[in-house]
């Protein structure tokens, strides 16, 4: 057996050692295997250890798959002094396609062009495809069968998202910046969000 | 009427033929900054033709700029004018044009829209079946549909992320343990099929820029970098211990072109104090630069 | 100024984020810049981390370099577990950066990513400087100073190469056999391994 101390310090260790997001799956049937615990005992330890960490300059925090500590948000300023490598931007074009993929998914990239209006390069799917953001979910019944894509848990990661609907709300139509409201009934809206 | 101003502008920037001699006096009457906030220019600005590039570089397409005019003009959406969004609309395409930038095809098929939508406007009311839809709504339902998405574009880019935003903390194994994570294996032909597999998608290189000769050259390069920040940073090293005589006057000649290829994309500098004295290299460095402006 | 509490906290989530053990200099110059902390100040809230992680799963521990914290010494084994996977398998973009660099350096990220048409992720430069392969040769002089790349003396050895004259030459792309159909260079190159 193995006492609750015990159990509380390996799965700190072992979430602090691994560098993706430690799901309870993986602690039970990897780390754990020959501890025999049961799923809620994992859970108990992990809330105790979120508490502990509360006040600590690192917290332990739950992504899409699983957890991880993070750098206290309030630290991140001071400790960007300590690295070099200055984030990547990205540039407009990929994060609309972004978006519409994570909203809109399964979708395939004319309808993707169909919104924006413009065609989507390459280059962007490419780097999405890459950066493990999004993946071909299937292929659309339609001549051509064309690639949908949807986004990844890796991209729920990467935000420290939980799950897709932890994304912002988009705005509803109504509320589009540029309707004054003055003569709303000229036109019949039936806009799906 | 406080846009009185800015109808006057805009008028002139319709009505006005831009060719690149008027540019001097012309005035554009906005600025256009990481793709969303909007500027307002002194009236006397000159904007020189790369910067009016890259304003309607900003633009990412022609939904883009239709909304940005409906902003602009404060028109309401649902009550589009179509006839002085069409003309503002090709006077900006038309500016596209004089300045060469390269105009996408979708720029084009908007114009093409909205004159379709204008012309059926221009029809008698009678004439039009009495079913039938304003025609400005496919349009106005475009519009509305891509600022939802551009602006969730927003929402996304600021949410915190990893690397921008958030970093994690790890710990490691401690020294003495000797488990190591098993590290991928690499065959030397993986390496050559992956290059390989870069040149056939892109063809950006010729293929006697790989060739042996510019290969040790580029290593050379290398060799000699490594060996100047080995130097302790800013310290000169002799120009003659970047050469090793035995290596005949083949190595010679490659050392002396790779430190000739350095000097050309400025990474190292050569000194010579006197006339016929020694002449030193060392890294350039960041201060360097600023010196020379 | 600065409470001693946020100092700790601020110090330790510097010591979890370095991917390198910390050096009291390097906290104090570059992370405190701004806060004109002592170096005895530094030192006991070291002292205070380092007995707060006691008892937990990770310890503060001080090698030559620096500080960092490490796995509790007595779970290395369970959590060697979670690592103990089959061998994993680099990506495409990973060779195709790696090959990169090797022909071409001293080459840039940018350069990298104007050949390949996509965005190379800091993953891909971090585990292959983690893995000795490529280093840091200098900084280009053009807007930013962005890193020039270039592969080391372990990525020789690795493929025991005694210099990089030995990488197999390319063969050129309008005489690849897929282009005009000739089989007669099907091995166009010698590998030595």
Known sequence: MISTKHLEQLIEAAVFSSDKPLSIKKIKDQLLPHYGIATPQIKQALINIEKHYRPRGVNLVEVASGFQFQIKAEHNEDIALLTEEKPQKYSRALLE???????????????????????????????????????????????????????????????????????????????????NGTMQDIIPFNIKK | MQNNAEHDQVNKLTTGNLQAGEMQQQVLPFAFIRGEAIVEKPQDLFIPPDALEIILESFEGPLDLLLYLIKKQKFDILDLPIAPITTQYMSYVELMKDVKLELAAEYLVMAAILAEIKSRLLLPKQQVEEDEEDPRAELVRRLQEYEVIKRAAQNIDELPRLERDIAIANASFSTTFT???????????????????????????????????????????????????????????????????????????????????????????????????????????????????
Chains 1, 3 share one sequence.
Request: proline letters at 3%.
């Open chain 2, 179 to 293: 488990y190591k994570t098993r590290a991928a294996e690499v065959e030397l032909a993986d390496l050559v099929t992956a290059l390989q597999a870069v040149l056939k998608r892109t063809q950006a290189f010729e293929h006697h820029h790989i060739a042996k000769e510019t290969l040790s050259t580029r290593q050379r390069m290398s060799d000699i970098l490594t060996k100047l920040s080995a130097a302790n940073g800013n310290h000169f090293i002799k120009f003659e211990s970047l050469f090793d005589v035995s290596e005949g006057r083949h190595g010679v000649v490659v050392t002396f072109l790779a430190v000739l290829e350095l000097l050309k994309e400025q990474l190292i500098v050569c000194q010579q104090v006197q006339n016929l004295g020694d002449i030193h290299v060392r890294l350039k460095e960041a201060e360097d630069s600023y010196d020379q402006h």
């Open chain 1, 97 to 179: 396609t972004l978006a519409l993929i994570a909203y809109k998914q399964p979708i395939t990239r004319s309808e993707i062009e169909d919104v924006r209006g413009v065609a989507v390069s390459s280059h962007i799917i490419k780097t999405l495809i890459e950066r493990e953001w999004i993946k071909i979910l299937g292929y659309k019944e339609v001549p051509g069968r064309p690639s949908m894509y949807g986004t990844t848990k890796e991209f729920l990661d990467y935000f420290s998202l939980k799950s897709l609907d932890q994304l912002p709300d988009l705005i509803p139509i109504e509320e589009s910046s540029i309707v």
